[in-house]
């Protein structure tokens, strides 16, 4: 590893450790520059007659920024298989690093969404340190309460928060608990409650008992949390539980995170839904009652999928952060949105799904700014039907990716990201360092 300069998002002054050479990036980005200026002045003239000025969307972009997970560095697989790849990471330190790959290529992506107990470790101030010299720091913390760890006292099977056994739920507690004080640690102020509780039959749990026992014991989790933090509390419609679920939709998400307070917030996964429910509305739902917590990016064509985002669907990725540029402009008390992506990786290297992933995001947020907001809100008062979708489906068609790619190069990032990993050698690298990943069932 080389001793490298700092750029956006690092820290001044700071040591850093960067696991790219920027001398390497420059020089790939040496052979792009001439063409990138000319697709980037071009449309620049281009928005310019829309009266939009591009130095000014590169600005928006240039302060965009989403996190990844440290569980997305590695091929998570699907449920029923994992197929790793030489040069995997296989502990946090190593996660860690891919993550710095990331954001030092694609430079939108400063931050790691821990998970615990994945991601355990005995010095989390040590942890923070060496993320920190990667470039790095910490998001929300994301507990796990849907799977039993060795030396468990109290298995999981009869659920979590809400299960029936009360010894359980105050094990599942004391989990969070754990989890925030570790997150305080790192530099975190969120907490990500995701719980798999939930039936396989009828009649199995009493479906209103099942959510009081999830409210009580959640709300001992809130009464734990620091002034500055949050509680993102998130829902999916079902798997592991296929008759019902205790967090089942937005509604059960919203009416929990009410009844628990103001720092408790909902959670948008974008696989979390019945197939082609509107997503978008639930969004503006949500920020109009000042409950939109955060997200987790990714993509689905059947269900929980955790495809690569905007891989299926970038439209409806789009229409999303139409809602969210308007929350922007409109903002309710409390809006202050965590994005992250959340995937899973069975047939590509991480990296470069992450990095995929992070450039249809940061395309679909530049797109919905560049919706003509005035033209948009007078065809809807006027009732002009076509005229509202097509203000939306300008900015949709337009190619803006000269506009990420010269905000993402003025940062110390790669003009094309996907070329410039693989010109970098990387997993090579870390195939000869790492030892390897065994095979086995994936997390879900
Ligand atoms: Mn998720």
Known sequence: MSMQVTRRHLCDNMTTNLPLSADQIASHNAALIDALHDDYDSLGRQLARRGVKIDALKAKVAAFSVAVPSWGSGRGGTRFAKYPIAGEPTNIHEKLEDCAVVHQLSTVTPRVSPHFPWDKVSD??????????????????????????????????????????????????????????????????????????????????????????????????????????????????????FYSTVISDWGSSILAAQELGPKAQCLVDLGHHAPNVNIEQIVARLHRFGKLGGFHFNDSKYGDDDLDSGSINPHQLFLVFNELVEAELHPRQGFNPAYMIDQSHNVTDPIESMLSSAEAIAAAYVKASLVDRETLHAAQAANDTMMAFQALRRAYNIDVAPILAMARMEAGGAIDVLAAYRDSGYRARKAQERKSVGVGAGIV
């Open 124 to 241: 989390y101030g040590a942890l923070k340190d060496e993320a920190a010299a990667l470039g790095l720091g910490f998001d929300a913390v994301n507990s796990n309460t849907f799977q039993d760890q060795p030396g468990q006292a109290h298995s999981y099977n009869t659920g979590s928060l809400a299960s029936t056994l009360e010894a359980t739920r105050q094990q599942a507690v004391e989990h969070n608990i754990e989890c925030i004080e570790i997150g305080r640690k790192l530099g975190s102020n969120a907490l990500t409650v995701w719980v798999g509780d939930g039936t396989n039959f009828p009649g199995q749990q009493d479906l209103g008992a099942s959510l009081d026992r999830y409210l009580e014991a959640a709300a001992q989790i809130y009464a734990a949390l620091p002034a500055d933090w949050r509680m993102l509390l998130e829902h999916k419609m079902f798997e592991p539980a």
